[in-house]
Structure formats: structure tokens, C-alpha cells
């Protein structure tokens, strides 16, 4: 597709409003989120995607259309998946989407695992994969909601080139629509506000003609927000650069809506293709009722509607934190909780993150008009940071005392962390939210806990087994009898079988590391060497 990077843009939605199962309660809105992202996504002007819809199938059609979606993919492609159905857990608190034939109490013969969807994003290719999921996982059914028991999403979809907006977060509802006594479907309030900001480019929120993922979450986080949604999207990401999922009128010329469902036009191609500083020159489009009452709720000047000047900095999501941690092996193998101590940056009470003194004025930066980026860099689709407000979008003349215009003051947190049993040299555990706040009052980044496990003086890991070398007489070897030997329990007593040859290695049972996912324990092989008369 001119003016997007190379590569397939391919999306997959899969809707499922309709079940057999009378613990699973009927939704209106699935089929219409289908139909309705499926349009903005295959608008050659605004998305420029394939699209695939699967509508109300059964468990195996669901699996097998994602293994074909994501099998035989280049690097440079960019996949989308959007699933609007019920989440459901099993007692072990995995998670699984529902489909028209799915049993809750029979979920994994009977439902779509996430650990199924995992296996299939780690085996794809493709750099970059966008999951959307319209479905939560609270703890009962209740008007208009869609949904059973939490879960924690990035533990079982997370992984690198990927980014996952969700609906919800762990603890609240997907609310279908506003007036759910109505016949007519109608899109959930999370897929509407999806297809509202693509559609309208409203989601464009530096008005360079792009809308990315992190643009499309903001837009849908305060959408949901201002129209009063019980509910708060959450955004895990892992992505090599920004990615562009949609174009806006700024990037392409009036009408390109209107055109066939094929290849652009002449005219769109060349719009899209032209150099930046060309394409800057094209008055941005009239912003949308929403972007107009939000921009006046910021303080930034709407055409019609009152304009007070800026009350601070442009709200930005903090930088992630890695923290590098050490555990002995018994840690890592059975799991432990442990009290850690982060630097970290919190929103300055004194001026509540707008960087200015109490009282004093704070002005739109004219090098930027606001936008805090002074456009895209040629020949990519990225924008740099404005270089006389950094970024902040505005000019403070009096900044805060407390944290010297930042927004922010340094803190010491300690956060408590649980470390699974079954986590290797290298995990990393993140911890959403738990990093420093945005510049502005925006979003905490996220806290990566990176796992250094210690080498054990007699045990050695591969994978979840350990290997244990002893040295014993002949004469124990040729008559049998008993040693200790370590684990991770404490000294056992083994067997040793007379008769036994140098070399031979025996099992212990149940004696590994846990596994990390699912239940039990590796096992510890002890290998025996004897020694010579």
C-alpha cells in the first residue's frame, strides 16, 4: 500500500455473539464491531488492510483460521487481530476466548486457549502483530457485560513485536452499548470508539496524517473516559518502532473514501508519496465534535468553542524501566516474593504534573503550535520531538520549584514483586503501570524485572531438570547401599542399586524446577561415576 511501509497489512476479526451454551449469555454487539472495524480497516484511504471476518464459529474453524492468518508470513508484515466474544478461565486462571459451541466447563476442548494464540504469534514471522480484544474477564454476568473472572492478559499474550490493546483491565467489564433495551445491534463502546477514531482521524492526535497504536489508544482511553465507561482500556507493547495503523484526511487527498475497495488512485498515491515538507503545506481537516470537546477540556483553541489557555504539558506515557535482579536457584526453580527498591518518578503534588508554579501562566509553543513534534522525519513514518519544548508542547516561563518545570519529582518506591516458580536466567516479569509517570500527568510506563539466576555449587539447570554429578566407591557400586545427595528440597537419601556400572544416571522424580506453565516439577537426574581400585 503506497505511503505504508512495506509489507502485507492483513487483519483477522472474529466475533462471536451467539452460543449453545445457556451459561454463555447472547451478545448484540460482536457481529456489528465485525462489520464496522472491518469497513474503516479496508478503506484503502484510511486502513488499507485485507480483512477477514469469522462470525459466530465453532472452536475449530476459530483455531484454524488464526493458525492459517499467522503461518508463511514475511518480516515486514503487519498483522491486526480483533476478537469481540466472552472470556472465561479455568481453575487454574488461564484464559480462553468463547465460541459458539464452547462448554465453560470444558474450555480447552471446547474454546480457544490464549496459549494457543501465543504459540501461534511465536511462530510467526511477521515483526509486528496487533492484538485487539473486546471481551473481559470479571467475576459475573451482568447486564450489558461480557465476561467471567480476571485475568492478567500480558502474562498470556505478551512477547516481542507485538502490541495488545485491550478492552478492560483485569478487574472491570466490557459494557456492550448505551442502550441495551434497544433491538438494533449496535458496536461495543470499546470497538465504537475503535472505529470512531479511525474513521473520523480524530485518533490522529498531532495531526501528521498518521494515526499509530499508541494514538489509537490514547484517543479510545479518553473516549471511554469522557463518555462516562465504567470501564479503562490497557495498552501492553513491545514494538522496534512506531507502528502506523491507519491514514487521516491529512495524509491523503479529499475523496479517497469514495473510492474502489482495490489499489489507490493516482492522485492518492502521489499525495501519499510526496515529501513531508509537501505534505505539510495541506491544511489539517476540521477536527470531529469529540476532538473539539477534548481540546477545549485541554485548553487548546477549537475554532467555535471557548478556548482557555494550556494548563500544562502535553500528557505523555513515561519511559519504561528495566531492573536487573539476582536470585539463587532455589528462587528461580520454586518461586518466591521478594521486596525491591525502584527510583522512580512520580506527578509533582505541587503543581499536579502541569510544570509551572501555582499561578503562573503557561503558553502553546509557537515553534510546534502545541503538537510537541515538528512532523515527520523524511522517508519515515516517525515524527521528532519539537527541540524547543522537547517534546512538552508548551513554554513554561515560571516553572514549578518543587520539580523545575518537569511535571514530576524523583521518589524511592518499594514495590513488592512475586517471581513465579519456573523462571530461567533472562525473564523478564513485567509489572504494568509500575514505572515512572508520564511528563504532563500522562500514563506510568511499565517496570521490567530481568531475572539473573545464580549458578548453584552442586546443581546444574537445563530447561526444568537439574543434573547432579556424585562420585562413589566400587564398593558401594558392587554391593548397593545409600547416599545423600542435595536438592532443591533439602538432603534426600537415595538408593543405590547393587550392581551398578559407572556412568549410569538415576531419576528422581518431582525434583526439578516447576514448570513455569502448568502444573509439577522436572525431575533431577543424578549421574554417578565410580571410582577406580
Same mark, same amino acid.
Request: charged share 25%; proline share 12%.
Given at each position: 500500500m503506497p505511503g505504508f511501509p512495506a509489507g502485507r497489512r492483513d487483519a483477522l476479526l472474529i466475533a462471536t455473539g451467539m452460543y449453545e451454551s445457556p451459561a454463555l449469555k447472547p451478545l448484540r454487539s460482536p457481529r456489528q464491531d465485525c462489520e464496522g472495524l472491518a469497513e474503516v480497516l479496508r478503506d484503502p484511504g484510511i486502513g488499507g488492510f485485507q480483512v477477514q471476518q469469522l462470525v459466530d464459529a465453532k472452536s475449530y474453524e476459530v483455531k484454524r483460521a488464526l493458525e492459517q492468518f499467522f503461518r508463511n508470513r514475511g518480516r515486514e508484515d503487519l498483522l491486526l487481530l480483533h476478537l469481540s466474544c466472552h472470556g472465561i478461565k479455568d481453575d487454574e486462571g488461564h484464559l480462553y476466548f468463547a465460541t459458539q459451541d464452547t462448554d465453560k466447563d470444558l474450555p480447552a476442548s471446547t474454546a480457544v486457549p490464549a496459549a494457543f494464540l501465543h504459540d501461534q504469534m511465536a511462530r510467526c514471522r511477521a515483526r509486528t502483530i496487533v492484538v485487539l480484544l473486546d471481551c473481559c474477564y470479571s467475576g459475573a454476568f451482568?447486564?450489558?457485560?461480557?465476561?467471567?473472572?480476571?485475568?492478567?492478559?500480558?502474562?498470556?499474550?505478551?512477547?516481542? &513485536?507485538?502490541?495488545?490493546?485491550?478492552?478492560?483491565?483485569?478487574?472491570?467489564?466490557?459494557?456492550e452499548g448505551d442502550h441495551l433495551e434497544a433491538s438494533a445491534p449496535q458496536p461495543s463502546r470499546f470497538t465504537g470508539a475503535l472505529i470512531e477514531g479511525l474513521r473520523s482521524g480524530d485518533a490522529d492526535t498531532d495531526h501528521d496524517g498518521r494515526i499509530t497504536v499508541t494514538e489509537l489508544y490514547d484517543y479510545v482511553y479518553e473516549y471511554l473516559h469522557h463518555s462516562g465507561a465504567r470501564q479503562r482500556p490497557r495498552l501492553w507493547a513491545d514494538l522496534e518502532y512506531r507502528v502506523t495503523l491507519a491514514r487521516t484526511a491529512a495524509g491523503r487527498p479529499a475523496g479517497s473514501r469514495t473510492a474502489a475497495a482495490g489499489a489507490p488512485s493516482a492522485a492518492e498515491s502521489a499525495s501519499w508519496?510526496?515529501?513531508?515538507?509537501?505534505?505539510?503545506?495541506? /491544511? /489539517?481537516?476540521?477536527?470531529g465534535l469529540f476532538a473539539r470537546l477534548k481540546d477545549a477540556f485541554n485548553g487548546v483553541d477549537g475554532g467555535d468553542l471557548p478556548s482557555p489557555p494550556p494548563h500544562g504539558q502535553l500528557a505523555r506515557r513515561g519511559q519504561d524501566a528495566l531492573v536487573k535482579l539476582e536470585f539463587p536457584l532455589t528462587e528461580t526453580a520454586l518461586g518466591t516474593v521478594r521486596d525491591v527498591q525502584v527510583d522512580t518518578a512520580v506527578v509533582c503534588d505541587r503543581c499536579q504534573g502541569a510544570g509551572a508554579a501555582v499561578g503562573t501562566p503557561v503558553h502553546r509553543c509557537g515553534h510546534c503550535d502545541g503538537t510537541g513534534t515538528s512532523g515527520p522525519e523524511p522517508g519515515r513514518d516517525t515524527s521528532l520531538l519539537c527541540h524547543a519544548c522537547h517534546g512538552s508542547g508548551?513554554?513554561? /516561563?515560571?516553572?514549578?520549584?518543587?520539580c523545575a518545570g518537569d511535571g514530576?519529582? +524523583?521518589?524511592?518506591?518499594?514495590?513488592?514483586?512475586?517471581?513465579? +516458580?519456573?523462571?530461567?536466567?533472562?525473564?523478564?516479569?513485567?509489572?504494568? +503501570?509500575?514505572?515512572?509517570?508520564? /511528563?504532563? +500527568? &500522562?500514563?506510568?510506563?511499565d517496570l521490567y524485572i530481568e531475572v539473573v539466576e545464580l549458578p548453584h555449587p552442586e546443581l546444574e539447570r537445563r530447561g526444568d531438570d537439574l543434573h547432579l554429578t556424585r562420585r562413589i566407591p566400587r564398593s558401594l557400586a558392587r554391593g548397593g547401599g545409600t547416599i545423600s545427595v542435595t536438592t532443591l528440597d533439602g538432603s534426600k537419601s537415595v538408593r543405590i542399586p547393587a550392581g551398578l556400572r559407572s556412568g549410569q544416571t538415576l531419576r528422581l522424580v518431582g525434583h526439578g524446577t516447576m514448570h513455569l506453565r502448568g502444573g509439577g516439577r522436572g525431575d533431577l537426574l543424578l549421574h554417578l561415576d565410580v571410582d577406580e581400585e
Open positions: 451482568l447486564p450489558g457485560a461480557k465476561g467471567d473472572d480476571y485475568v492478567q492478559v500480558k502474562e498470556e499474550l505478551a512477547g516481542h &513485536g507485538r502490541a495488545i490493546l485491550t478492552a478492560t483491565n483485569r478487574t472491570e467489564y466490557a459494557w508519496d510526496a515529501p513531508a515538507a509537501e505534505r505539510e503545506r495541506t /491544511p /489539517p481537516p476540521a477536527p508548551v513554554r513554561i /516561563p515560571t516553572p514549578c520549584h518543587a514530576r519529582v +524523583g521518589v524511592r518506591r518499594t514495590l513488592t514483586i512475586k517471581v513465579p +516458580g519456573g523462571v530461567d536466567h533472562g525473564t523478564r516479569i513485567q509489572l504494568a +503501570g509500575e514505572g515512572e509517570a508520564g /511528563p504532563g +500527568g &500522562g500514563p506510568p510506563a
